[in-house]
């Protein structure tokens, strides 16, 4: 039996060697794996002499060889490509243990692969009769299923590591295809994305749909591969999407103390505060009845006292924080076991978004941005906004943005005191805001993530005791909506831009 081995990244490799030959294989390799091999006292092939031509061109040629792909490629089971080996005098290689050039570490020119990318297609192709290792996770495996067969790897195993293969040079393929789009590229010609299971997932949606998280296969450990939870359940399919829908709504919100709580994909309630246990206490306030189950975000850590406060309230399924104190840990294993706590660092920006069409056809584009700060904001009422109310405008409307349209939000004081989310009109959203404020935004702010149609949803909003008011603009009747914030005596700020999520 004869192996190739021809790897880049060399963890575990002697000890594979090592196991090959006390089984009684043959080695062969090139370049600084046979180097490495060597070293350690192997007794190994160059692929020169398989070849009978040295490497050229800096290393870029070495394994594009019909002796070698011969051996890979030959079908055992086909009389004339048997002949045919014995004709040219060539050994068949039963296995092939190859990984790439480090593109996807060090994107150039010079760390796309050839050589390595053809020998492992090769080889999963004739999988039949050639086991193909492209992880050095897999060698343990490999080496214990070889000895317990006879030097065979069973149909089952060569199937699923030649899967794996082509998986790896899809994903490799798919990297530098991606590496030459223009700087910037959202809307590529073609958009490659490939990805690895990284966990199981309680279920989906509802517990009947299987779940998993899938990161991008072969790049550096993802955001979520760095949370660390202490305790509670496993995750499920929305544990994941409203944790991180309220981590990242929280990083919008700045330096000071400051909790988000989402809900069903919507903040039901968000607030900044000079301390971190008043911002919990105020966000909590904002729709107690909501938070009941919902995730909790906190940009400082949770200590003994906030934890003790936490465990009092309704039940959270997740807390995410950037650190626990032992206490709090403690005391959230004792009264809320079941409660997720995730330490988190911040989240990393977000790339293209990606949704499905079904079977075949997918939405893509840019992921959402703040395309507009106050500098680019117009007062376009008789009132101007005083610098208590641009606290709260800006507020409102960094919440409205991860709110589900149609969206209204009401902020006083720091704090989110009203939300009306996921409606088919306008109106409705507004009057979901006011009752929920329940008389609290007197003096504060309002947001909308899209125009006022007309007049009558900012109405409703003045009718709440808000004196500042913030929306895209743009709308047929905005001179309408702007009279009446000058009737009311309200600040009318337009963004120029709309923010709707769905």
Same mark, same amino acid.
């Given at each position: 039996?004869?192996?190739?081995?021809?790897?880049?990244?060399?963890?575990?490799?002697?000890?594979?060697?090592?196991?090959?030959?006390?089984?009684?294989?043959?080695?062969?390799?090139?370049?600084?794996?046979?180097?490495?091999?060597?070293?350690?006292?192997?007794?190994?092939?160059?692929?020169?002499?398989?070849?009978?031509?040295?490497?050229?061109?800096?290393?870029?040629?070495?394994?594009?060889?019909?002796?070698?792909?011969?051996?890979?490629?030959?079908?055992?089971?086909?009389?004339?490509?048997?002949?045919?080996?014995?004709?040219?005098?060539?050994?068949?290689?039963?296995?092939?243990?190859?990984?790439?050039?480090?593109?996807?570490?060090?994107?150039?020119?010079?760390?796309?692969?050839?050589?390595?990318?053809?020998?492992?297609?090769?080889?999963?192709?004739?999988?039949?009769?050639?086991?193909?290792?492209?992880?050095?996770?897999?060698?343990?495996?490999?080496?214990?299923?070889?000895?317990?067969?006879?030097?065979?790897?069973?149909?089952?195993?060569?199937?699923?590591?030649?899967?794996?293969?082509?998986?790896?040079?899809?994903?490799?393929?798919?990297?530098?295809?991606?590496?030459?789009?223009?700087?910037?590229?959202?809307?590529?010609?073609?958009?490659?994305?490939?990805?690895?299971?990284?966990?199981?997932?309680?279920?989906?949606?509802?517990?009947?749909?299987?779940?998993?998280?899938?990161?991008?296969?072969?790049?550096?450990?993802?955001?979520?591969?760095?949370?660390?939870?202490?305790?509670?359940?496993?995750?499920?399919?929305?544990?994941?999407?409203?944790?991180?829908?309220?981590?990242?709504?929280?990083?919008?919100?700045?330096?000071?103390?400051?909790?988000?709580?989402?809900?069903?994909?919507?903040?039901?309630?968000?607030?900044?505060?000079?301390?971190?246990?008043?911002?919990?206490?105020?966000?909590?306030?904002? !729709?107690?009845?909501?938070?009941?189950?919902?995730?909790?975000?906190?940009?400082?850590?949770?200590?003994?006292?906030?934890?003790?406060?936490?465990?009092?309230?309704?039940?959270?399924?997740?807390?995410?924080?950037?650190?626990?104190?032992?206490?709090?840990?403690?005391?959230?294993?004792?009264?809320?076991?079941?409660?997720?706590?995730?330490?988190?660092?911040?989240?990393?920006?977000?790339?293209?978004?990606?949704?499905?069409?079904?079977?075949?056809?997918?939405?893509?584009?840019?992921?959402?941005?703040?395309?507009?700060?106050?500098?680019?904001?117009?007062?376009?009422?008789?009132?101007?906004?005083?610098?208590?109310?641009?606290?709260?405008?800006?507020?409102?409307?960094?919440?409205?943005?991860?709110?589900?349209?149609?969206?209204?939000?009401?902020?006083?004081?720091?704090?989110?005191?009203?939300?009306?989310?996921?409606?088919?009109?306008?109106?409705?959203?507004?009057?979901?805001?006011?009752?929920?404020?329940?008389?609290?935004?007197?003096?504060?702010?309002?947001?909308?993530?899209?125009?006022?149609?007309?007049?009558?949803?900012? !109405?409703?909003?003045?009718?709440?005791?808000?004196?500042?008011?913030?929306?895209?603009?743009?709308?047929?009747?905005?001179?309408?909506?702007?009279?009446?914030?000058?009737?009311?005596?309200?600040?009318?700020?337009?963004?120029?831009?709309?923010?709707?999520?769905?």
């Amino acid at each position: 039996m004869r192996a190739l081995l021809s790897v880049y990244d060399k963890t575990g490799l002697v000890e594979l060697a090592r196991g090959l030959v006390e089984l009684g294989w043959d080695l062969v390799a090139s370049g600084g794996t046979a180097t490495a091999l060597e070293e350690a006292g192997l007794t190994v092939i160059p692929v020169e002499r398989l070849t009978d031509s040295p490497e050229m061109l800096g290393g870029r040629v070495k394994t594009l060889h019909p002796a070698l792909h011969g051996a890979i490629l030959a079908n055992r089971a086909d009389p004339d490509h048997v002949a045919q080996l014995d004709d040219l005098g060539i050994t068949p290689i039963d296995l092939v243990v190859c990984n790439l050039y480090p593109f996807l570490a060090r994107p150039s020119i010079e760390t796309i692969d050839v050589g390595g990318p053809t020998m492992v297609r090769a080889a999963a192709k004739n999988h039949a009769s050639v086991g193909v290792v492209v992880a050095p996770a897999d060698y343990d495996g490999v080496l214990e299923e070889l000895r317990a067969r006879g030097g065979r790897l069973g149909d089952e195993t060569r199937r699923r590591l030649a899967r794996a293969a082509f998986a790896h040079t899809a994903a490799y393929d798919g990297a530098i295809a991606t590496w030459l789009d223009p700087p910037g590229s959202v809307l590529a010609p073609t958009v490659h994305v490939s990805l690895e299971r990284a966990g199981e997932l309680r279920y989906g949606e509802n517990p009947h749909q299987e779940g998993a998280r899938y990161r991008v296969m072969g790049g550096s450990p993802s955001f979520w591969d760095g949370v660390r939870q202490h305790g509670g359940m496993e995750m499920s399919y929305l544990n994941f999407a409203d944790a991180d829908a309220a981590w990242r709504l929280l990083h919008e919100l700045g330096e000071a103390p400051a909790a988000v709580i989402v809900k069903h994909a919507n903040p039901c309630g968000v607030a900044v505060a000079g301390d971190i246990a008043a911002a919990y206490e105020r966000a909590f306030e904002c !729709d107690s009845m909501s938070a009941f189950g919902g995730i909790v975000a906190l940009n400082r850590p949770v200590d003994d006292a906030l934890a003790e406060e936490m465990v009092a309230n309704p039940k959270a399924d997740i807390v995410i924080a950037p650190g626990f104190s032992a206490g709090a840990l403690e005391r959230f294993a004792a009264k809320k076991k079941n409660t997720r706590l995730l330490e988190a660092g911040p989240p990393p920006a977000e790339g293209r978004h990606l949704r499905p069409l079904g079977p075949g056809d997918w939405l893509v584009q840019a992921p959402y941005r703040f395309a507009a700060g106050r500098a680019e904001w117009r007062v376009v009422s008789q009132v101007q906004p005083t610098p208590e109310q641009w606290d709260d405008i800006e507020l409102a409307w960094k919440v409205c943005a991860y709110v589900k349209s149609n969206a209204i939000v009401l902020a006083a004081n720091g704090m989110a005191v009203g939300i009306g989310a996921g409606q088919q009109n306008r109106v409705d959203p507004g009057e979901l805001a006011v009752r929920k404020a329940a008389g609290r935004a007197k003096g504060g702010a309002a947001a909308s993530d899209a125009f006022f149609p007309f007049r009558d949803g900012l !109405d409703m909003v003045a009718a709440a005791g808000v004196t500042a008011v913030i929306e895209p603009g743009g709308s047929m009747r905005d001179d309408e909506v702007i009279a009446a914030a000058d009737e009311h005596g309200l600040a009318l700020v337009f963004t120029g831009e709309r923010q709707f999520r769905h």
